[in-house]
């Protein structure tokens, strides 16, 4: 019976044991013009058996490879970072850490308003030294972010510190100036 079997019922006529004669093919040699036993192939470095090398017991090994050869599912650790993906993730991140790096990237901008905005930067720079001993304490992530948030966070307040003193150094020596006016009759 050939596979798969034909729809309908019908039967090979080889299978019930009836011999029958082969048909007729029109690729029959002709006298003088035999055909070739073996096919040519254009490369000369081919194998005659189409599948040699690619015969395993498993159907997805590699060719020419034996079993066991290539690498096993789980033989390397899967690369991390994707969690919820079958991934393992890293440890939890610290949320005190995260809040003390933004806090000080806000005092850090509030520096472009004279100065005076980088004093949110001394709660950022407090924030970041309690998530690290957080982080420490418990075994969480986030030492990055909190670091992070104490050095912005005390860069920012100096420079607060600084942008205040200049402004009022400015202020009390342009008070200490006489003043030419319009009006005065210096003679």
Same mark, same amino acid.
Do not use: L, M, V, W
């Given at each position: 019976m050939t596979y798969p079997p034909p729809s309908g019922g019908w039967q090979d006529p080889l299978a019930a044991g009836q011999q029958s004669s082969p048909p007729a093919d029109p690729m029959t040699p002709m006298a003088g013009n035999p055909i070739p036993t073996q096919p040519t192939s254009a490369d000369p470095y081919a194998s005659p058996d189409p599948y040699a090398g690619m015969k395993s @017991?498993? =159907?997805y090994a590699a060719a +020419? &490879?034996? =079993? +066991? @050869? &290539? =690498?096993?599912? *789980? @033989? &390397? =650790?899967p690369p991390g970072g994707y969690p919820g993906y079958g991934y393992p993730s890293g440890p939890k991140q610290n949320g005190l850490a995260i809040a003390a790096m933004i806090v000080s990237i806000i005092g850090a901008l509030g520096l472009c308003g004279y100065g005076l905005g980088g004093y949110i930067g001394v709660v950022g720079a407090i924030l970041g030294h309690v998530s690290r001993k957080q982080i420490r304490?418990? *075994?969480e992530g986030g030492e990055g972010f909190a670091t992070a948030g104490i050095i912005v966070g005390w860069i920012s307040t100096v420079l607060a510190v600084l942008a205040t003193a200049a402004i009022v150094i400015l202020i009390v020596w342009a008070a200490n100036q006489e003043s030419s006016g319009y009006g005065? $009759? $210096?003679y």
């Open positions: @017991a498993d =159907p +020419g &490879y034996p =079993p +066991g @050869a &290539y =690498p096993q599912p *789980g @033989a &390397y =650790p304490e418990r *075994g005065s $009759t $210096t």
